[in-house]
């Protein structure tokens, strides 16, 4: 592949521009907002010309409510060879396609699993797409052509290629993706008003639980306006849990001993489903079975630098790692994960050196890998043209 269009130079679009610019590919930047090409340009993305000739593919990463029009506009002036979008829902946008586009034949539906809350070119990253999935939904009328342009782009960006259907991605992306987000913003709405004495005892559990809600809520009106009714049909198994849940926790506060005992066992029985749901999310391959040894970190210029030393001297390798601010204070917490085995090791060297190291514990309690669901689709065995 030597050249590329993306249409949409903001957080994704800019994020694949980087990734293909990054391994030679000359690439058009296309934006309705001048500012946002103008800023994909100044960091590296591609250039703000279109091209003269038809590219080998253009990617429209625009909202998915735009991808039919958007791509039919493009199709109409032959901007590329073939075309993809990168949009998080693919059933609508298909079928938008299949009815504005001149040629549905040329274009592969396309979205890449790995994001971010913030918008925008000044967010993109060139490796954002390193060793993520990146779903491709083909129909009858995809062509042979079309599927090895967007592989080969897929593997520019270093993913990894899962063709599915657009209905089956629709339902699973509703679970993995669009009911989380709305549960996040539901939970990060209560925190609006919060009184100050609660918001500042905030710790990284509700961060990390609302990390997502700081997403754009006009992309992700148009996400959820767009796969509506299987983000609902999760949402309505949610509501049902949540309604037990706040029914037991009612019942907590009554004084029969034998009712409460029961109502504990309902609150425990969702608190351990939640343990099992988890484990079956894939983790970081090292990170499965790994430990997390957490460390408390001075904010002084240095500090964590001199923390990795004492941690290279162990000779442990770091698989992941998060840092914690804490609120009013001039410390912090560093979570190392480290392979389970070698995490009491770590610990007892670091506590040696001086260091203040918390109890540590596993990362994920039970991780096992779920049964195989054939809904899922397959990691593409489709040769990659160079
Ligand atoms: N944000 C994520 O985490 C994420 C992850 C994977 C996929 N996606 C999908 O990627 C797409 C883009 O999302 P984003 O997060 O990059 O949004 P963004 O707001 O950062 O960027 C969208 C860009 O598209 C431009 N645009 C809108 N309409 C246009 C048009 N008609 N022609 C040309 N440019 C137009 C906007 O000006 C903006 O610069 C969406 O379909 C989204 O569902 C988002
Ligand atoms: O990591 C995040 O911030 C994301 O929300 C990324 C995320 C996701 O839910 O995993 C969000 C939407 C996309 O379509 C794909 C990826």
Redesign the pocket.
């Known amino acids: 592949m030597r050249t590329a269009a993306v249409v949409g130079a903001g957080l994704i679009g800019t994020s694949v521009a980087l990734a293909l610019s990054r391994r030679g590919v000359l690439v058009h930047l296309i934006d309705t907002d001048r500012n946002a090409v103008r800023t994909a340009v100044a960091l590296g993305g591609g250039v703000d010309h279109p091209p003269e000739h038809p590219v080998d593919i253009a990617v429209m990463a625009v909202p998915p409510s735009s991808v039919g029009r958007v791509l039919a506009e493009h199709q109409n002036r032959r901007l590329a060879y073939a075309y993809t979008d990168v949009a ?1 829902v693919k059933r609508e946008p298909e079928q938008a396609v299949l009815v504005a586009a001149p040629d549905p034949g040329s274009f592969v539906g396309g ?1 890449p ?5 913030r918008s925008g070119p000044l967010a993109a990253c060139a490796n954002l797409f390193e060793g993520r999935t990146w779903v491709l939904t083909t129909c009858e009328h995809t062509t042979r052509e079309t599927l090895n342009r967007a592989l080969a782009l897929v593997a520019l960006c270093g993913a990894v290629p899962v063709v599915m259907e657009s209905t089956a991605h629709d339902r699973a ?1 509703a679970l993995v ?1 669009h009911a ?2 709305v549960v996040a913003a539901l939970m990060a709405a209560r925190l609006e008003h919060a009184p100050e004495e609660a918001s500042r005892l905030a710790g990284q559990g509700v961060r990390d639980m609302t ?2 809600a700081g ?1 754009d809520p006009g992309l992700w009106g148009d996400i959820l306006e767009s796969n509506a009714t299987a983000v609902a049909d999760v949402l309505a198994d949610f509501a049902e849990d949540l309604a037990a849940t706040v029914h037991a926790l009612r019942s907590l506060a009554v004084a029969d001993a034998a009712r409460r005992a029961e109502e504990m066992t309902r609150v425990i029985d969702l608190l351990g489903r939640g343990n099992a749901g988890r484990a079956r999310l894939p983790g970081k391959a090292g990170a499965v079975g790994g430990a997390l040894v957490p460390v408390v970190i001075g904010d002084r210029p240095g500090e964590l630098a001199r923390l990795f030393a004492a941690v290279q001297e162990t000779g442990v390798n770091v698989e992941d790692v998060s840092i914690d601010h804490s609120t009013g204070r001039p410390s912090g917490l560093v979570e190392l994960v480290v392979a389970a085995d070698k995490a009491g090791l770590l610990a007892d060297r670091l506590l040696a050196a001086s260091w203040t190291v918390q109890r540590v514990r596993p990362v994920y309690p039970s991780a096992r890998p779920g049964p195989a669901d054939p809904e899922w689709g397959q990691p593409a065995r489709i040769s990659v043209p160079g």
């Open positions: 998080s979205h699993m790995a994001g971010g809350e992306v993706s989380p987000h990390r997502i997403g």
